[in-house]
């Protein structure tokens, strides 16, 4: 069998290589790089794989399977994305399954179903069988096949497979696999008047044998009516809506061959937009930096947009995007929260119509695959893509221009599950892939990218000034030490603030109240014993939420009702410590009851289109005080604001990370940013227990560069990014004893191997989630050194860790450039 051929598919699963099928005569001429096929895998799973590789090598280790079929009759995925997940797979030390898993809508990858059948050639005993036995039974006896989870929920276990197991062995059932194809497109049923009642005489019989069906007779009229001459399509639900009807009575008229029925495919999300109109007209500062990032384009380098806040990048970028689109090309435009994207369709809608889709995971399954679908075919209406960091994944053909907006943020870093990629970094990747230009825009750059620029690495263009010569915020630094021994605190609240508040909400202005932590508080003590609620599964305590009443743990969700009693002693002297977001809710409720308060966190943004509500009340001024998390920091641009006020600044400079002073000045100077934005100065007041801490000194001037050139000396010292490059390595296990050996063994092994600092193994803050112990180690690489050897070095060692029976349960995950 010299001529027969076979191919390499990547399985949605991490294995390290990828596996190979054979092929028949037929398959041969159909199969193609990039097409989805579902395979046989493992006993007796069906997987959706992705076709890798066509050659005529049979592999040694094992004989080819035949494939179980071919999904696509074109490619779904394109060489230059192969090429970008081999990169992430290689780079960020992870299998090119776990890539391809992550980087496709999930309806894409079909995964078998089992069902369970009766088998029909056996005699049943029922008296063998055991209770929930004979329930399957005699369900099937009704019902042809059942799914695993109808199982379930006949017997209401949810343990089942030791069930259907002992079913297979008494040879009462059978098991079959099934394909479950999750894409369907959305189909719209439009109706018409059939065509031989066209002519007037046609018509008038029609309505007259339609007399005694009076609302038949009212369906016809209402179509005439409202289609009005014209030969636009109408919607068979419109027609219902606007005549009265039942669907019933349009069937009706549809079985006497009176109304044609025809269905049309329509995508589920589509930005109709206006006559686009031309972007706003740039002030000088505006060109220049344009003219800046034009010019280092030419020179093919990533270029960082440095703008303070509220400078007008949005519109720069609204002029090269236009550029882009005008040469016929597509554009990525990524941001880090999908609370940004609401804001901002609005605006890019203005510009670019119906040419605008938009990609992320509060979108449904379905819409993802409609997005994935018009960008594979370069479709008019994805020639922009705004999205967040899955953005990345979709099969552009021709990529213009990538802009990464708000570079410095941390939610572009994927940290759960692999492959765990920093967004920004690999949009640079596939930019280059694709000869792209490159733009990030921040308006408190990241150090990494700093840095490069500063090297000559990147090219830098800078905006000093706010669009329309606005004055930046008036910050005002408290300090909540002297106010509590002075007395002056209402709750949490500083006198300055509450004063501030009261003259913002005379002037019919906007507040903006950030605390970083949700919840009401973040622990429950006794005050009798100091017992405070932990939870089961992590080693952390249960936060207070008093909107539903419980306890509830951020790590793993475990919630329980609140308690009246302590459960150690059973006193009732239960207090809260810690404040969080609901907790400044309800005293900003209890201060100004007149005002109307809105609270923007994790907890109340659940819902699909729970943002864009938020976010649109406070823009329309129906919230007078909007607090929130983090969420409230990122380049949102609200009008009417005229104070922000951040409860405690102390909470992020003390965080137990290197990066915890750069992440404060960004985020205080970015929610400071949302202060002021047209005539009217706005003002900023930052509660400290520390107001002389050399941090806030810097915000409260602006003093990005002698921030920088603090946190770079610092971080050369101690051998931290941008200078030296960093690894992660988390060890995972239920067994504390065994972990702890694997841990030390893992280290020693590489502090032999490696000549440079390898710190750990160590407990991160939270050493428990979800019953699994953690334990960190760190490899510091320097400069001098080559990371792709250092990746080879720790996947050797780990080759020899598995060997070893005892560690093989101990899960390793890779993090590079963890932070």
Not at 41 to 50: D, P, R, V
Request: aromatic share 10%; hydrophobic share 35%; proline share 4%.
């Amino acid at each position: 069998m010299d001529n027969a051929y076979y191919i390499d598919v990547i399985l949605p699963i991490p294995l390290e290589r990828a596996f190979t099928y054979s092929l028949d005569d037929q398959e041969v001429g159909s199969i193609a790089v990039g097409k989805r096929v579902a395979v046989p895998f493992g006993k007796n799973k069906i997987y959706t794989a992705l076709v890798y590789r066509v050659h005529q090598t049979a592999p040694v280790a094992y004989e080819a399977k035949p494939l179980h079929q071919i999904l696509d009759e074109t490619p779904v995925v394109n060489s230059l994305q192969l090429q970008h997940w081999e990169w992430l797979a290689s780079y960020y030390m992870c299998s090119l399954g776990e890539v391809f898993r992550a980087a496709l809508p999930g309806p894409f990858l079909l995964e078998s179903e089992t069902l369970v059948l009766r088998n029909k050639e056996t005699e049943v005993a029922e008296q063998d069988l055991t209770d929930n036995e004979f329930l399957i039974y005699e369900a099937l006896l009704h019902q042809e096949t059942l799914r695993i989870k109808d199982l379930m929920d006949i017997t209401g276990r949810k343990t089942i497979l030791p069930i259907v197991h002992s079913l297979m062995k008494k040879g009462v059932i059978l098991q079959k696999e099934i394909l479950d194809e999750q894409y369907k497109p959305k189909m719209i049923c439009y109706v018409d008047l059939h065509q031989d009642y066209n002519s007037e005489e046609t018509l008038s019989a029609l309505l007259d044998s339609l007399s005694r069906a009076p609302k038949q007779y009212q369906v016809v009229l209402k179509l005439f009516q409202l289609k009005a001459g014209s030969d636009k399509l109408l919607k068979s639900k419109e027609l219902q809506r606007e005549s009265g009807a039942s669907s019933s009575i349009l069937k009706a008229l549809v079985n006497k061959g009176v109304l044609v029925e025809n269905w049309l495919r329509r995508d589920r999300v589509s930005y109709k937009g206006e006559k686009p109109q031309p972007p706003k007209p740039l002030n000088e500062f505006q060109i220049e930096a344009l003219n800046t990032i034009k010019g280092q384009f030419q020179q093919e380098k990533v270029v960082l947009l440095h703008g303070v806040t509220s400078s007008g990048k949005t519109e720069i970028y609204v002029n090269l995007v236009q550029e882009e689109l005008r040469k016929g090309r597509q554009v990525l435009y990524l941001l880090p929260e999908i609370a940004l994207t609401t804001q901002l369709i609005v605006r890019l809608q203005q510009y670019f119509g119906e040419q605008l889709s938009v990609y992320h995971s509060r979108y449904n399954a379905q819409e993802r695959v409609e997005v994935w679908n018009n960008v594979l075919h370069k479709h008019h209406k994805a020639q922009l893509v705004v999205g967040a960091r899955s953005a990345l994944f979709l099969p552009f053909r021709d990529l213009g221009l990538i802009i990464v907006d708000e570079e410095h943020e941390t939610s572009y870093k994927q940290f759960d599950p692999a492959p765990r990629y920093h967004a920004r970094d690999a949009a640079i990747v596939l930019g280059k892939f694709h000869n792209s230009n490159i733009l990030l825009g921040s308006a408190t750059p990241s150090l990494e990218s700093y840095h490069n620029a500063e090297t000559g690495k990147y090219g830098y263009a800078r905006i000093t000034r706010r669009y329309g010569n606005v004055q930046m915020p008036e910050i005002e630094l408290v300090d909540i030490k002297d106010k509590i021994r002075r007395k002056r605190m209402q709750g949490h609240f500083s006198d300055r603030l509450v004063l501030e508040i009261e003259e913002a909400l005379k002037d019919k202005e906007q507040v903006i109240i950030f605390q970083n932590r949700r919840g009401y508080a973040p622990v429950l003590e006794c005050k009798t014993c100091g017992h405070c609620p932990q939870c089961p599964n992590c080693d952390v305590s249960l936060t207070y939420h008093r909107g539903r009443n419980q306890l509830r743990c951020h790590y793993c969700g475990h919630n329980t009702p609140l308690h009246k009693i302590c459960e150690a002693c059973g006193s009732y002297t239960l207090d809260t410590k810690g404040f969080g977001t609901e907790q400044v809710e309800q005293e900003l409720k209890d201060l100004f009851p007149e005002a109307s308060i809105g609270r923007m966190d994790l907890d109340t943004t659940r819902g699909k289109h729970a943002y864009r509500n938020i976010i649109t009340a406070f823009e329309e001024q129906e919230i007078d005080i909007l607090v929130g998390t983090q969420m409230v920091t990122k380049g949102l641009d609200f009008r009417h604001v005229k104070l922000v006020g951040i409860m405690n600044a102390d909470a992020l400079l003390n965080f137990p990370d290197f990066r915890a002073h750069e992440r404060s000045f960004q985020m205080l100077t970015q929610v400071a940013g949302r202060a002021g934005r047209t005539e009217k100065r706005g003002k900023v007041i930052i509660q400290s227990y520390n107001p002389y801490h050399q941090i806030l000194k810097q915000v409260s001037t602006g003093d990005y560069e002698g921030m920088y050139k603090e946190q770079l000396y610092e971080r050369e010292q101690f051998q931290y990014p941008p200078t030296y490059r960093v690894v992660k390595i988390t060890l995972k296990h239920k067994d504390f004893n065994k972990l702890s050996e694997a841990s030390a063994w893992l280290a020693q092994g590489l502090r032999t191997t490696f000549q440079y600092p390898v710190l750990g193994p160590e407990f991160p803050p939270v050493a428990r989630i979800r019953n699994q112990y953690l334990k960190n180690i760190l490899i510091k690489i320097p400069p001098a050194y080559s990371l792709t050897k250092t990746k080879n070095g720790i996947k050797r060692l780990e080759q020899s860790f598995n060997a070893i029976a005892s560690y093989r349960g101990v899960r390793i995950i890779y993090n590079v450039d963890f932070f």
